[in-house]
């Protein structure tokens, strides 16, 4: 197993399996597992170690990181429900940066068009271009 650059534990599932069963408390080896089982396509895995990782606490990109990831694995799951808590928490949480804020409204507009409610689909929408970088909202 290899810890990145940033200092976070990257590795197959039963690599990163064993630094959750000595450190149960590390939510950074839970959103990494998490990721590690949604690159295999076990989204099911993904979801229940990505809510570990934001129970247990992660600090404020990871968790941003997590919850758009969580989202994204509870589509690939059928909980579109789910998926627009996710993106919602994050449009809740105001990150500053504009491309992360603008992902999560495309990300939710896609799931409530998918779910078949245009009208939430379209407001966030509007949204998406008001965060677009030409826009003319944001000359305001």
């Known amino acids: 197993m290899l810890k990145d650059?940033?200092?976070?534990?990257?590795?197959?599932?039963?690599?990163?399996?064993?630094?959750?069963?000595?450190?149960?408390?590390?939510?950074?080896?839970?959103?990494?597992?998490g990721n590690a089982w949604s690159s295999c396509g076990e989204y099911d895995g993904a979801v229940r170690d990505y809510t570990m990782a934001i129970n247990i606490g992660l600090r404020f990109r990871e968790a941003i990181n997590a919850y758009g990831n969580r989202g994204m694995a509870r589509i690939e799951a059928g909980d579109l429900d789910g998926a627009i808590e996710d993106f919602s928490e994050?449009?809740?949480?105001?990150?500053?940066?504009?491309?992360?804020?603008?992902?999560?409204?495309?990300?939710?507009?896609?799931?409530?068009?998918?779910?078949?409610?245009?009208?939430?689909?379209?407001?966030?929408?509007?949204?998406?271009?008001?965060?677009?970088?030409?826009?003319?909202?944001?000359?305001?």
């Open 5 to 33: 650059a940033m200092g976070g534990y990257r590795g197959t599932v039963t690599e990163i399996s064993r630094i959750i069963i000595e450190q149960p408390d590390n939510a950074e080896a839970w959103y990494n597992r």
């Open 90 to 140: 994050i449009i809740a949480r105001k990150p500053k940066n504009r491309s992360i804020l603008r992902n999560a409204y495309q990300k939710r507009a896609l799931v409530n068009e998918k779910k078949g409610d245009r009208k939430c689909a379209a407001v966030d929408r509007s949204m998406v271009a008001m965060l677009l970088p030409n826009s003319n909202h944001n000359n305001q």
